[in-house]
DNA sequence: TGTTAGCACTCAACTCCATCGAGTGCTAAC
DNA sequence: GTTAGCACTCGATGGAGTTGAGTGCTAACA
């Protein structure tokens, strides 16, 4: 069977009339809403046709009729497709003036959440270019060293060190030297056991701490497996009595608190994000998140330059307001990107 | 009226047995659970004296009773003094081989929350000493210099700041020396315009830079007003009926989002920690947070040596099992107290 | 004087049942 | 192809009756 234009706009009327109201919509409503000048029976016609292509579908017999994962589905895509949304003027969001990254993505986050009502979450951006940058160990006092590790990005790590020895100016400088001129430049996959051993051998009785050095240097640039994400407005799934009965709302509760589910996302995200929009949609089940299967989650990727990538995401009941959420979130990726131009 | 041996038999009765079943307990049960070998006629009067007290309530007539805020606090109280309870051995916490604070405490707080069955919070040591240890700034490249201060405790901070000129080597090392011997081991308010001003003044051209290192050493040693607060468990609210319905559940988890009024319980804690056993408990309308009339939190501090002092709590129904709750959190005090000798 | 048995009373919770109404599918007529 | 009409379905609502746990009170008992 084919969808014509009437079929159509008869799913439209539908989605959009139960992303309103939250309950099942009858031929009647339709019958009026719409301007097709239709009777009620031809409509339930026209529904079980929809119903038969598996775009609606009743929760009991004698209910009106919801859209299913695939009629939103063909909701969305229309929407994404029609009408490339003019970016509305958002009210100025706070971002400015805050100088830490972490502050700011809970800012975001925040305000996101607070602007649609639906629940938020954001990842730290994900740095790219592990390349070491400047290697330095301070003397903090005679028991501890302090060895701070510059990389790409200019993010910064640091780890003190304790030493058994005190170690005088002359040696600091020749170690600072010998870090420097052997690691400067490398990739985590640069760093390789026979490099190790190389450098340690050079440092001569200081191997131990050279190689503690390295060590933290080869966490640093390896150890953000563990992205960090920033949530809010779980309470706001308390809006929507669909995802309020005991069972679901702790389960997705225990979602956002363990923050290996979202990652997922996130992932997922980052990788099929083919199109120019930089805009994810997932509907019901398709979210790679088992516990999300009455949810939707919609994405978007943004970038702080420099190949720094993140993503933020929405997630709501299915019925959410895809045309506000989707704008919102065009509307913050351009705010993340002047920020960056700024800096 | 008094609070006689039998009395006090009873209430314990009441709030045991109310713990375990989370309903109302009636007179019979009362009288068939303790071994007094009162018919349910005489607990009757007994109940009627109770509830006099204040110590028990009925939700309606012809109900059981349960226990009131202060019948709670007269059980918590009996027991605290009580039994000074042995330290059982918990199943050994996985606190080794974790080196970032930040992961320690998230794992702690995941910890407490399997282990309980309840919600837990806990915040990252606040630091008191706030004394410059050690400063330093080095060349990253060109354009980039890295602040780095070092604070006692051990916290380090860092700051990139962005220089239009390039500095030389000799440059770098004068400016090092100045810092170090003006401004190491002074206190937040050691720190005046007065100094900022003389130091600057030593500093001639490269003032600029020299201020924008101060005012980042100021900011490291005062800006932790905003102190980091972790929380797990939150969907363990969803076991206790009396705490989910919609809008209280929703009130609660908005709480745990918003870590402002969990502040003010740590602060609470952090201030009215008299009594040596470093445990507290906040029962119903009692906790400082209005969201929480509803539950019980009991905190408890906890010490990282350093005067580093921090707050790690549990959240619950009020009819949550104190007593292992309480014996729980002493066990996690002495696990990170532990912790920081090994370190 | 303290304890107990007995009894009337209360009230939430549950079941049963009738009603209502929104909505459907189908058929026949236009 | 569209519409009017009708029988049918089924969740929701609400009232009536029942049950059972629990209470307060009184009178009798040790």
């Known amino acids: 069977m084919e969808l014509d234009e009437r079929k159509r706009t008869i799913l439209n009327a539908i989605v959009r009339n139960y992303l309103e109201t939250g309950e099942p919509v009858g031929s009647r409503t339709i019958s009026k809403y719409t301007d097709l000048n239709l009777s009620s029976a031809t409509i339930r016609n026209e529904m079980a046709d929809l119903e038969e292509m598996g775009l609606i579908l009743q929760p009991h017999t004698s209910a009106g009729r919801i859209p299913s994962d695939q009629g939103y589905r063909v909701y969305v895509d229309e929407m994404l497709r029609d009408k490339e949304k003019e970016v509305e003027n958002m009210k100025e969001m706070l971002l400015d003036k805050e100088e830490k990254l972490e502050t700011l993505l809970k800012q975001v986050a925040k305000t996101l959440a607070t602007d649609t009502n639906y629940a938020t979450m954001i990842s730290a951006p994900q740095i790219r270019k592990n390349k070491l940058k400047f290697i330095q160990i301070s003397k903090v006092d005679d028991e501890h060293l302090l ?25 600091m400088l020749k170690l600072n030297i010998l870090l420097n001129t052997r690691l400067d430049g ?43 994400i920033y949530t809010s407005g779980t309470m706001n799934f308390f809006k929507y009595p669909e995802l309020t009965d005991s069972a679901k709302a702790s389960e997705l509760i225990s979602t956002f608190e363990d923050t290996k589910d979202l990652s997922s996302i996130v992932e997922d995200t980052l990788s099929s994000d083919g199109e120019d929009t930089g805009i994810q949609v997932y509907i019901g089940s398709e979210s790679p998140v088992q516990a999300m299967k009455d949810c939707s989650v919609v994405t978007a990727t943004y970038e702080l330059g420099d190949g720094m990538k993140g993503t933020v995401g929405i997630i709501g009941p299915k019925r959410m307001d895809y045309d506000k959420v989707i704008s919102t979130l065009k509307n913050m990726r351009h705010a993340l990107d002047d920020l960056y131009k700024k800096n």
């Open 147 to 171: 060895a701070t590790i510059v990389i790409e990005g200019n993010v910064i790590k640091n780890k003190i060190i304790t030493v058994e020895e005190v170690l005088d100016d002359a040696t």
């Open 186 to 228: 490398l990739a985590v996959e640069d760093i390789n056991l026979g490099l190790i051993a190389a450098v340690k051998q050079e440092a001569g009785i200081h191997s131990e701490i050279i190689g503690g050095v390295i060590d933290a240097a080869a966490e640093s640039i390896t150890a953000d497996e563990d992205l960090q």
